[in-house]
């Protein structure tokens, strides 16, 4: 409750209470108004107070709906002295959950409240002016954000309008399909200035369309050559590789001298090999026979 002699004031000849007294009230005045009139006589009704009673809004919301039920003819506040020889004013906020007009609350405050067919009837309800929605900001593309920081990533020289940033963005989507980066078209277009950049849209669009870097391609993959051929032996003679039994003490057949052929008719050894192992074991026979013979016709040592 407030201090005696503030709050809440009803006004006279209200209208029986209703569900839809307030119903063609916009949702937060409509919540505001009816709690309101649910308060009792002398109830606090400042701003603090009533956002913390309803916590659904703040206190510049609550703010903004007495604002408007003022308009709509609900609320009237006045400022008055508050007597007892004291030289205070105050505001004292008068609710009525029959809306009145400006005229009737001003001969109510005078004390000459006229009948209720005279004048009763309340002004028309203020239109609640929207608030403004912020502006969402726009998707940019990838060139577009590269061209509109050129001015910080590269030099100050080269900032760019938001027109001249819309007329270059095709042209840098067009290195970026290239496979270039944000670097190389800050490269491309802020190294080597000259001492004076006049237009730098002009300047950059010059810059992209010179340097503008070759367009991808891909080489034709070359041809699967033949297989690799399995580690096998090899002649030791001309190299032939072969499989292991086409070789007989290292050589392949056209390699091998005659006696190393193998014999057509039984599979073994042909006859010049077997005769030339014997002539061989018989040259080493003769060889070991005379030292033997030397060595026993040697007599003793005298």
Partial sequence: MARPGFGKRSAPGQAPRRADDFAHLPAREASVASHLDRLPEGAAMDVKTLAKELAAYGQQAIRTALQYLGRAGYLYRR??????????????????????????????????????????????????????????????????????????????RLTLS????????????????????EADVVRAVASGLPPEVHCAGAFARRRLVDKIPPELF????????????????ECESCGVPGPPEAFVEGLCRPCRPPFLQPDAGDGGVDAAYAEEIHRRAAGIRR??????????????AL
């Fill in 79 to 156: 400022r008055e002295p508050v007597g007892e020889g004291r030289t205070q004013w105050v505001f004292r906020t008068y609710f009525s959950r029959t809306p009145r007009n400006e005229a009737w609350w001003k001969r109510f405050l005078k004390g000459d409240a006229p009948p209720e067919r005279v004048d009763a009837t309340p002004g028309p309800v203020p239109v609640l002016e929207a608030e403004p929605v912020p502006a969402q900001p726009l998707a940019r593309s990838r060139a577009y954000k590269a061209l509109a920081t050129l001015g910080r990533t590269g030099d100050r």
């Fill in 218 to 233: 891909h080489e034709p993959a070359d041809p699967p050559g033949p297989a690799p051929a399995a580690d096998k032996p």
């Fill in 162 to 181: 938001a027109s001249e940033c819309a007329q270059l963005e095709p042209l840098v989507a067009e290195w970026f399909a290239r496979g270039a980066v």
């Fill in 287 to 300: 060889s070991l026979r005379p030292r033997r013979r030397d060595r026993g016709l040697q007599g003793p």
